[in-house]
């Protein structure tokens, strides 16, 4: 007889592993099943890894820099493998405590690969993926291969890289993010096709380190999600710092060498130009993990490429859920834990509010940090709203100069009728950090009068934010 539970989680990712220990604290019984690393994609290869690099990558920069500072550091370098190996230690600290979480709440997990079988049914067999080395340890003593029987079944697989057609990664000269967090050594040139969020954090930590970057994107803004304004603002300081970027611009040939790739780009005026380059890193965005899990067979949704479903993770099968980036964007590991607690909260029957997707704030931690939160500017008027908007520029911040950050800017956008906080857009020095504050505010309905009360610490560079604010309704102090 198969063994049952209350709720089974098949993948155990940021919005696999959170989804599975909030059922446990709630009384159900819960396994979560995964296959290759726990703390998915985002723990073990994406968000935590790329950190730890864009850390090392600052520390280098700041050392270089170290002379303005009254710091004396003699021709500071680098050691490549180390970097490396400082972020896969992050990575496994951090995969392990996943592991002791689960454990802590009593969640069984289950090594192997899952498939929807009939109705409350997961199938776990031997993994078909290679895994992605160099891989970490599997959890001690986990369940194996066999049939398991649950009430409700999560569905939280992820993504992966997206392959463009001629852009093929094949691990030594195109890439995926996988090949870019573990290279053997850093090449002198590298060509980053995608100025979305992965491409522009790939971009900013290669050429702190000296790589000759060039970055394409097929659109005519990079960071394409975030406001056209910050988006400049994030683009000229690249440029300045030696990033060379080509927007409106596509890749319509590629041919191998030895080691190095010869690129034929094509310009917004139909033109085409070759690049040669060492590598190439293909960062075209992620696409859902929903093929081979047996979606199909039991009449699963799918919409544009990802399981449908509605703000609470149901499916248009009872007792299937998906949360997540199976679920669609934004594909954040924030938003996939949020949807996991709302997720097992409503099946719990506790009092459960659906995911608003204009609350999920986004982080790009290049240098300059690029942060965000609701709408962009062109996005309020084309809602037809009638707006306020508020800037303050780093410059004018005293924590900012005292840091020797003084590039930034902070945007907020309001309605001009009711007050509401409609959208902020932050670049600049820890910006990722300050989002929060703002969503928060939005969060709580809070009005433009009572942001405008509120004491912000001094000195701090969230005084930026308080500027912005004042400054959407004229009452800017330090402008």
């Not at 820890?430 to 709580?444: D, S």
Request: hydrophobic share 45%; charged share 20%.
């Amino acid at each position: 007889m198969s063994q049952s539970y209350d709720v089974i989680v098949i993948g155990g990712g940021p919005g696999g592993y959170v989804a599975a220990i909030r059922a446990a604290q709630l009384g159900l019984k819960t396994a979560v099943v995964e296959r290759e690393h726990l703390g998915g994609i985002c723990l073990n290869w994406g968000c935590i890894p790329t950190k730890a690099l864009l850390r090392s990558a600052e520390v280098y920069r700041l050392a270089q820099e170290g002379a303005r500072y009254g710091v004396t550091v003699t021709e500071p370098g680098f050691d490549a493998a180390r970097i490396v190996a400082h972020s896969r230690e992050a990575a496994g600290r951090l995969n392990a405590g996943v592991g002791f979480l689960l454990k802590k709440n009593k969640v069984d997990v289950i090594w192997g690969e899952a498939r929807l079988g009939s109705k409350g049914e997961v199938q776990v067999g031997a993994p078909t993926k290679p895994a992605v080395t160099p891989q970490l340890p599997a959890p001690k003593t986990p369940l194996g291969e066999g049939a398991y029987q649950a009430k409700h079944i999560i569905v939280a697989t992820g993504a992966r890289p997206r392959v463009l057609p001629g852009l093929e990664p094949d691990g030594r000269l195109v890439w995926t993010y996988f090949d870019a967090l573990k290279p053997e050594r850093f090449p002198k040139s590298l060509l980053v096709v995608g100025a979305g969020a992965i491409g522009v954090e790939f971009a900013s930590f290669y050429r702190t380190f000296g790589v000759e970057v060039t970055l394409v994107e097929a659109l005519p803004q990079i960071l394409a999600a975030e406001d056209a304004e910050i988006a400049a603002f994030a683009r000229k300081s690249f440029e300045k710092q030696g990033i060379v970027i080509e927007t409106a611009t596509t890749v319509v040939g590629l041919e191998k060498k030895a080691d190095g790739v010869v690129v034929t780009l094509k310009g917004a005026d139909g033109g085409t130009r070759t690049l040669e380059v060492e590598r190439v890193l293909s960062a075209a965005g992620v696409v859902a993990n929903v093929e081979n899990i047996g979606l199909e067979a039991l009449g699963v949704a799918l919409e544009r490429g990802v399981i449908k479903t509605d703000g609470l993770g149901r499916t248009n099968v009872p007792g299937v859920y998906a949360i997540g980036d199976v679920a669609g964007g934004p594909m954040l590991a924030h938003k996939a834990e949020h949807e996991g607690v709302a997720c097992v909260e409503a099946i719990a029957g506790l009092p459960a509010h659906p995911l608003d997707k204009s609350l999920v704030p986004g982080c790009t931690y290049c240098h300059p940090q690029v942060a965000s939160v609701g709408l962009t500017e062109e996005k309020a008027k084309a809602a037809g709203d009638e707006v306020r908007v508020g800037r303050f520029p780093y410059l004018g911040n005293g924590k900012a100069i005292a840091l020797g950050e003084p590039e930034g800017l902070v945007k907020t956008i309001f309605d001009a009728k009711t007050g509401r906080l409609l959208g902020a857009h932050l670049v600049g020095a820890e910006a990722t950090e300050l989002i929060q504050g703002f969503v928060i505010a939005m969060n709580l309905e809070t009005t433009e009068e009572e942001l405008m009360q509120t004491i912000f610490p001094h000195p701090t560079l969230s005084e930026t934010m308080h500027e912005s604010v004042l400054n959407a309704f004229g009452r800017a102090i330090h402008i």
